[in-house]
């Protein structure tokens, strides 16, 4: 580790999450959601993998809408 001695460091622990930004095709506001992918599934390896033909309710005006990636 560097040089440092591990044992009189302390512990900095850390999680994985996804953070999805999601634009309503009603309203256009936008919202963000966050996900703690599930590791132990190889399809959930991929952040696209739980978001791939999702269906989702607007925050904001309520409008269900199945998600698709912005892209470029």
Do not use: Q
């Not at 001695?5 to 309203?27: A, P, V």
């Amino acid at each position: 580790m560097n040089g440092l001695d591990r044992d009189l460091m302390h512990i900095h622990e850390y999680s994985l999450e996804t953070l999805y930004h999601m634009k309503c095709g009603k309203c256009h506001n936008w919202w963000s959601y966050a996900h703690t992918p599930d590791l132990t599934y190889i399809t959930n390896h991929d952040p696209r993998s739980f978001a791939k033909n999702r269906k989702m309710h607007c925050p904001h005006c309520g409008a269900e809408g199945v998600l698709d990636e912005i892209k470029g």
